[in-house]
């Protein structure tokens, strides 16, 4: 059985790859024609530093002027498109948007923007064959002052194994927190769970609980349908550490969860 939720509280999803080698032929001034492709539903561009620094790329494609990242944008900004020499990308930003569910829309459409890539890659940039070597899903959830959670004070509310160190010092300001824990169910799969606090940035003030969860893998120069398994793989992980770590009582009273056959 797989459970899914009605409520969540993810507020940003990331599906990642990177390739190995990198498409060297792919330089700037083809952007625009991938953009061609694909400006309906992204009417947006800009540029971004790429993941890793300048400085890596410079290395390994040997340019003066290193190719940036570049995000191509949805009208509503829930969804963004990032690409670079080296990686593709599609994150779902929530905004004032319901989240549409991972297996039944957001991978089909990193599916359909990737192959769109893919023919783009082949016919215009003269690259055959594009080589995943690391996948990427992340999952950022975020609670912000609510019914069951105040502040850090109720984390264990929300986290039931998680504790904040008594070091016997008064504080006239809440407790920080940042703490990052590292599962490796495979050896192809690597979960990285994180939960901090903070304020809301758009809401100065306001506190927030981020529980954030990344799926990595390393699998070494595969084609598409190969990440297309880690990613399912990878999916089932990360809803089974959720589910684990935080309170069933709250998933129950508030995220309301369903469960469905494998």
Known sequence: ??????????????????????????????????????????????????????????AITGEFFPM???????????????LQKNAFMLNWRRRDAQYPHFAENLKPAFDKYFRIFEDFAREDVGVEDIKIDLCELTYINTIEACEYWQGPQDTAKVVPSFAIPETGTESSAPSAFNCTYVYVPSKDLQLRVSIRNGEVTTKPGTPVLVLEIKASGRLGQVGKSIADEWFERAHDAIIASFVGMTSEDIQQAHWKPVTEDA
Not at 40 to 50: C, I, L
Not at 70 to 77: I, L, M, Q, V, Y
């Open 1 to 58: 059985m797989k459970v899914r939720f009605h409520n969540p509280p993810i507020n940003e999803l990331v599906i990642a790859t990177y390739f190995d080698p990198p498409l060297f032929t792919l330089r700037s001034e083809h952007i625009g024609l991938f953009w061609s492709k694909i400006r309906n539903a992204f009417p947006t561009v800009e540029q971004q530093a790429p993941v890793g620094g300048a400085e890596a790329f410079d």
């Open 68 to 82: 940036p990242r570049f995000w191509f944008s949805a009208e509503d900004n829930v969804n963004l498109i990032q």
